[in-house]
């Protein structure tokens, strides 16, 4: 017999067209930096002191820095603990991490005097769980949060202002935007300012541009916080990609000399992307990054790979060096925006797995730019979760009690912030005299999904009018002027007191946000207090009570009434059933069916239903009898109870739900003839079937099985329905009474 196979898999062929099949997957390739950690080329941990600091780090003489090197010894190294730390094992630090008794004061100290080869070390010592288990001790605030992306593709004010409220509104405590065209940003950091103030009070704004311009934008008020500050590491990469440590330092202290909260940016992957990888690995690259951002001052990073993230994602343990890199940024004390922003994989499976290594635990900034707009409209590139995902994203909330930093809202709530902030900047381009925004255009905002929504505006205008705003003298507090003149005096409110905390810049301070009533929370007066079960952030109170609270909620006794659709009346108790003695198929029925509950599981009407089985029964030439079973709301003890007094010894039985079994006397109560499990499956033909077949089977004649179809999603659907019809069905339980004969009407 021959053994070749001619035709190929069809399962195999399935699973080819399969969305995570779209994904790219590699082999490492150490030299071209395509290693999500360990390399051959990775240094080991070293450090020698002498009398003018560092002398070697990582294997590397002092003489032979490069400039990454000299920032690093210079600025980041806390020398008071360093030998401490690199004599301590890195297994031991990786334990102090997860050890709840170990506080995280204590493991911030000592991290400060680690290596950036060190840093990679302890991380090795960690698994994805204990990388999470340690992510909830070491983030900096106490209270998660989120960060929105608010972009279009047609930079349309009214748009952007409608879709920054909404943001607001939601939950998001950062709105962040961009641009297509360059010259657009000015308008477009207007509109979302407007709207994200109009939304809630205290949301910071920015608009990621390159960084002279978003530097103006931040002296005139328009933008309260930036992100757009890249660091690399690889010097190479640095040089081709922005400038050096020390302008990145430099621009940092502009940004915070006009009260503008700073945030850098790095990520796993992007020096191979770049070519200057220098054959590393893809986390001790980043570990570099990040003491950088750490010696610079910034009180914050997103990193999580961002943009690069389907590299290190194509690496076997990529997903583990990106937990492991947002994980480093906590250990050295800095706010972490952990990613999740960029679209990440073709697989919604793929994509969700990745987010729960955040998500589970709580990061400062669960995404570094959540798309509360559509796919199409993120100028950023696409968003691993956008608008069509918010009530998944919501749910997941409530599945597990975990504060992912977004709020539920109704459709009502939304139209309504969603109108007036778009009537906002109406007001604003008519009091600065831009070009205005028509009635129309704020209506469509207001519904729309998407851009394309949306009418189109003179962009020549548009940009004129953006040029003379960035150029001329008009600053945030002529926009407060405007609002205030048209009414919007909530909004004008908000605004100047966004101002006046730039002055006080209190929200600086490390892992800075504001709460609706413009309370600053950080990591001085919200630090993290995690240290084991009972302790730290807990989604419980008010908010927890939000987080449940999702429009789609029903509540369970609008399911199931008590009567449903009112009692039909057609089935007349007549008295104890009998055993038969000629040949019969009985239909037992359970408790409730056609008094309490009225109707199956997807709403057919029980009197139709026994119509129906009965026209099967007496097709076949069998007499019928109908009896309510009282003692059991069970299926197969309802079918069994009705089979003890068949005549034929066969007997039907049926649930109020649906549920039905043939089944036979001589049989065990949980065996049978045949089973019908699945209610929502079941139509009046499938019930004339059974009827059918129950009547061959009292007959000996052969019976050709029922064949049903099969819904996987039925049980999705009506599993609250089922629960509840059966509880009704067995609040009807009377214990030890008998079977009662039944009559239709």
């Known amino acids: 017999m021959s053994t070749e196979i001619r035709s190929p898999s069809r399962r195999f062929a399935a699973l080819a067209a399969r969305k995570i099949n779209k994904d790219t997957f590699i082999q490492p390739w150490p030299e071209a930096g395509l290693t999500a950690m360990c390399s051959p080329a990775d240094p080991r941990p070293s450090v020698s002191l002498d009398d003018d600091g560092v002398a070697e780090m990582d294997g590397v003489r002092r003489e032979n820095f490069d400039f990454i090197d000299r920032f690093i010894a210079r600025y980041t190294l806390d020398l008071d603990v360093v030998e401490e730390a690199m004599n301590t094992d890195s297994l031991n630090l990786a334990r102090k991490l997860v050890d709840i008794d170990v506080p995280r004061h204590e493991v911030v100290r000592l991290m400060a005097g680690c290596t950036p080869a060190k840093l990679v070390d302890v991380m090795g010592n960690l698994n994805v769980l204990e990388m999470m288990m340690a992510m909830a001790k070491m983030r900096v605030r106490r209270t998660p949060s989120n960060q929105a992306h608010v972009t279009n593709r047609k930079e349309h004010p009214a748009l952007l202002a409608a879709d920054a409220a909404e943001a607001a ?13 360059a010259r657009y940003a000015p308008l477009t950091a207007l509109a979302v300012l407007v709207g994200s103030q109009i939304g809630r009070g205290g949301v910071l704004t920015q608009c990621a541009v390159e960084v002279a311009v978003n530097l103006r934008l931040a002296i005139k008020g328009l933008t309260s916080y930036s992100e ?5 590491g690889t010097s ?3 040089v081709d990609g922005d400038d050096t440590p020390w302008s990145k330092a430099f621009l940092a202290s502009a940004y915070a000399s006009r009260g503008v909260k700073i945030r850098f940016t790095s990520g796993t992957g992007s020096e191979a992307l770049m070519g200057h990888s220098q054959g590393k690995s893809m986390l001790y690259l980043e570990a570099r990054c ?20 389907a590299l290190p994602e194509s690496l076997p343990g990529g997903v583990r060096a990106v937990l492991a890199e947002n994980l480093l940024a906590t250990v050295l004390g800095l706010e972490l925006a952990s990613g999740n922003d960029a679209l990440a994989s073709h697989s919604d499976i793929r994509k969700s797995a990745k987010l729960m290594l955040q998500f589970i635990p709580g990061t400062d900034f669960i995404t570094s730019g959540y798309s509360s707009i559509p796919k199409e409209d993120n ?31 109704r459709e009502t709530e939304s139209l309504k912030i969603r109108a007036r902030a778009a009537r906002a900047i109406q007001a604003v381009y008519a009091e600065l005299d831009f070009p205005p925004i028509t009635d129309a255009e704020v209506e469509a905002a207001t519904t729309a999904h998407s851009s394309n929504d949306m009418p189109e505006r003179d962009k020549v205008a548009d940009l004129e009018a953006a040029d003379v705003f960035l150029d001329g003298s008009q600053t945030a507090l002529d926009v407060v002027c405007a609002l205030d003149n048209k009414g919007f005096v909530d909004g004008a409110e908000r605004l100047l007191e966004m101002l006046r905390q730039r002055v006080i810049g209190d929200y600086l301070q490390p892992a800075a946000i504001f709460d ?33 609270a999702l429009p789609q909620t029903t509540d369970p006794k609008e399911i199931i009434s008590p009567k449903v659709n009112g009692n039909q009346l057609f089935m007349h108790e007549v008295g104890p059933a009998e055993r038969g003695t000629s040949p019969e198929v009985v239909l037992a029925v359970g408790p409730a ?14 009197v139709d239903v026994l119509r129906a089985i009965l026209d099967g029964i007496l097709g076949e030439g069998l007499s019928a009898r109908v009896m309510r079973i009282y003692h059991t709301s069970d299926c197969a003890f309802i079918g069994h109870a009705g089979a003890k007094l068949s005549g034929s010894g066969v007997a039907i039985g049926l649930q109020s739900r649906g549920t039905t079994v043939i089944h036979h006397r001589d049989l065990a109560p949980l065996n049978n003839l045949e089973l019908f499990p699945q209610a929502p499956n079941l139509t009046l033909d499938t019930y004339r079937q059974i009827g059918r077949n129950a009547a061959c089977y009292a007959l000996k004649h052969p019976v050709p099985p029922i064949k049903l ?6 049980r999705l659907r009506l599993i609250v329905k089922t629960t509840l019809m059966h509880w009704r069905e067995t609040q009807q339980i009377e214990v030890g009474a008998p079977p009662i004969e039944v009559r239709i009407g």
């Open 290 to 309: 990040l003491m950088v951002v750490k010696g610079a001052g910034s009180q914050g990073v997103q990193n999580g790979s961002i943009s690069c993230i």
């Open 228 to 232: 757009t500050l890249s660091v690399y």
């Open 169 to 181: 509104l939601r939950g998001f405590s950062e709105n962040e935007s961009t641009v297509g065209v």
């Open 593 to 606: 069916f056609g008094e309490e509950i009225t109707e199956t599981l997807t709403g057919t009407r029980h």
């Open 709 to 714: 179809s099969v819904d996987n999603h039925a």
């Open 516 to 548: 609706k009533n413009f309370r600053v929370r950080s990591g001085l007066n919200d630090a993290n207090d995690y240290a084991g079960p009972g302790t730290g952030y807990r989604l419980d109170g008010e908010r927890w009570r939000a987080l449940q």
């Open 379 to 409: 100028l950023f590139g696409g968003g691993n979760f956008d608008a069509e995902d918010l009530d998944d994203w919501c749910v997941l909330q409530r599945d597990m009690q975990v504060d992912g930093g977004i709020s539920p809202i």
């Open 236 to 238: 190479q990469a640095f």
